[in-house]
């Protein structure tokens, strides 16, 4: 679990941010999507950073919430990934970035379709999860969302599995998912 950015404001607003495919590219190979493999792979994709910058600028907490299941798999090395999140922390103002190492076999609370990433923030932070956003590009993401009690908002792909739960929102990009939360916000505050 990596923190660098501070937000004391009374807010307790967050924006949860799925990794791969929401901040940076996927691998795609015979129809799935994979994690990048290194930090020469792990390509953020465009208006990533403008989308977060927006949100911080809105009020928002930003913290990446990712299923790194490689690393159970000892598929991926924890120094990879950890380099992997130093750069992606260089590059764009997240507060956090939390990491469910695990398999569905396993049967861990953090991992997504579950809650646990997501309330275990709420709780470090005093986050007010119904005040929040989940943003993600599978049905793990969607239903993590869902059962913390978020706003949910798919990026839309072919990849993306079968919905157990309907998203709230869909969206192309993580910046016009950006653009649709902070639109929201505005419409609270103008009623």
Known sequence: MLQRYTDN??????????????????????GR????????????????????????AAGFMVIVATNQPDMAKNKRQKLVIEKMHQHL??????????????????????????????????????????QSFMVGDTWRDIGAGKAAGCTTILIANPFAGQLTASPDHIASTLLEASDFIIACEEDKTSQ
């Open 89 to 130: 922390q260089d590059v764009l103002p997240v507060d956090e970035i939390r990491v469910c190492a695990h398999v569905d076999e396993d049967h861990c609370i953090c991992r997504k379709p579950k809650p646990g990433l997501l309330k275990e923030a709420a709780t470090s932070w005093e986050i007010d999860l119904h």
């Open 33 to 56: 999507t994979y994690a990048p493999s290194s930090l020469a792979q792990f390509r953020i994709l465009s208006g990533v950073p403008q989308a977060v910058r927006s949100l911080r």
């Open 9 to 30: 404001s009374p807010s307790k607003r967050a924006v949860f941010l799925d990794r791969d495919g929401v901040i940076n590219a996927a691998t795609v190979k015979d």
